[in-house]
T-cell receptor, first 115, second 113 residues
Framework: DTEVTQTPKHLVMGMTNKKSLKCEQH?????MYWYKQKAKKPPELMFV???????INESVPSRFSPECPNSSLLNLHLHALQPEDSALYLC??????????????FGNGTRLTVT | GESVGLHLPTLSVQEGDNSIINCAYS??????FIWYKQESGKGPQFIID?????DKRQGQRVTVLLNKTVKHLSLQIAATQPGDSAVYFC????????????FGQGTELSVKP
């Protein structure tokens, strides 16, 4: 079992819905990440939070809105998504962002389908 | 090999054989490299890492080799088992570019019993 917990495991939403993905870690890590993964492709970085502040936004459309309420929690708010946004959304954490020798630990993802 | 469209490069090995998975990375300034294993329905799982000032690192049944001259990384798995069947990704971090972890294209390892 992974130490990064993501909920829900599966989510189906319409294009007019608003939903949120949640991620939690209790390893004391101070950096948290959102990645998007399409089938048969590598994960692509979306956002990085370091010490609860957004440090990297990889030009992600505003219909994806990240939030880091505290050092253990990371949310991704979804609104007005498109069918092409259907993917596996992965959360990860690391001891600190951008520090040598700090591998990312991933959750098992939320499988999102937009209808 | 290189992936084209939806097709991942695939490596098929017999149980008990050694496997070698290769990765060409793009940034000669990358500082840190990680191999991840991703099983169906799961997130990437850390296997082994190596810093740019090293050329070899060994773990349990796995060895990572780094050749900075040709920007090549390899993962060797000894005595491959059916449980090793998964997609393997190499990933690199470049600290002067914000420390982002960027994944390579991946290789699907299939172990035949």
């Amino acid at each position: 079992d992974t130490e990064v917990t993501q909920t829900p495991k599966h989510l189906v939403m319409g294009m007019t819905n608003k939903k949120s993905l949640k991620c939690e870690q209790h390893m004391g890590h101070r950096a948290m990440y959102w990645y998007k993964q399409k089938a048969k492709k590598p994960p692509e970085l979306m956002f990085v939070y370091s010490y609860e502040k957004l440090s990297i936004n990889e030009s992600v459309p505003s219909r994806f809105s990240p939030e880091c309420p505290n050092s253990s929690l990371l949310n991704l708010h979804l609104h007005a998504l498109q069918p092409e946004d259907s993917a596996l959304y992965l959360c990860a954490s690391s001891q600190e962002g951008g520090v040598l020798g700090s591998p990312l630990h991933f959750g098992n993802g939320t499988r999102l389908t937009v209808t | 090999g290189e992936s084209v469209g939806l097709h991942l490069p695939t490596l098929s090995v017999q149980e008990g054989d050694n496997s070698i998975i290769n990765c060409a990375y793009s940034n000669s300034a990358s500082d840190y490299f990680i191999w991840y294993k991703q099983e169906s329905g799961k997130g990437p799982q850390f296997i082994i890492d190596i810093r740019s000032n090293m050329d070899k690192r060994q773990g349990q049944r796995v060895t990572v080799l780094l050749n900075k001259t040709v920007k090549h990384l390899s993962l060797q798995i000894a005595a491959t088992q059916p449980g090793d069947s998964a997609v393997y990704f190499c990933a690199e971090i470049t600290y002067n570019q914000g420390g982002k972890l960027i994944f390579g294209q991946g290789t699907e390892l299939s172990v035949k019993p």
